[in-house]
């Protein structure tokens, strides 16, 4: 309840939101500071509706992740992630400190079992309406050929489970098309994505295929992915400049309509909030951690790698 720019507050009326439309689904623990957040709840009449866990320290932004998370361990984030792995939670959600949740991930769930390295994604709007994805977005800046391929098929379950896509086009980001393009990482991904018989690989797309409907799942190493994501934030900030924001495509692209980005790869559902997460933001990011219990996403993952 403490992480985010406008935090309690709005993770408070975000809370309010969220059981005013989904009575009884879920069982939310709200951690944090008692003193901030009790009166927040009575005031938005949830006091009682949700488990409060005391937490009085906060790890701030610009602490090293690592170093914040082993001294401060009565932390909303490491309460979180001790509930996580202990069992007393089934989903983790903060838009707090971005590396301290990514290291919580990693070394107090650990990744699933066969997966040498847990990603992050972005989901891309489609201007035929539909719903892409985007992974690594910034997680693994560089990459070995393995770990796109282990991408393709963490994007691929996702596509499936979270945004419902059946049958999921995968494509391997490129300088062109033809086999064989691309510097010595795509090169090598190749012929990894097009053996890999638990995706279906359509071969390489471009940039101009990004907002196109050529692939549902695009895969990449994270200092890529990274570059495209913020190049497609400035394109939703241009649209509102130009008065286009109330356009029904260029309005996809606010990063309140989708919450957070999972860690996809770890042993149980961990979702990573924006820093300036609104009320919105933090219902829909409730929202896909109902869904990924729901789906069992995570289940589905370990047993795609154990087979």
Partial sequence: MMGGDY???E???GLQIYLSQHHGAATVFCIGEENQLLPLLEEYQIKGKVQVVHAPEVIGYHEHPTKALKEKQQSSIAIGFHLLATGKIDA???AGNT???LVGAMFSIKPIEGI????IATIIPKLNGGTGLLLDVGLNADCKPEHLNQFAVLGNLYAQNIIGIQDPAIGLMNVGEEEGKGNVL????YPLLKENQQIRFIGNIEGRDIFGDKADVMVCEGFTGNIILKMAESIYDIANQRNLGNDAYFSRFHYENYGGTPVL???KPVIIGHGISSATA???MMLLAEKMIETDLCGKMKESFQS
Wanted: hydrophobic share 45%.
């Fill in 7 to 9: 935090a309690p507050q």
């Fill in 11 to 13: 993770a408070v009326k």
């Fill in 92 to 94: 983790f959600i903060s």
């Fill in 99 to 101: 590396g301290a949740m």
């Fill in 116 to 119: 040498q390295r847990p990603t």
């Fill in 186 to 189: 795509a090169q090598a991904t």
């Fill in 265 to 267: 790869g770890v042993a």
């Fill in 282 to 284: 933090f219902k829909n």
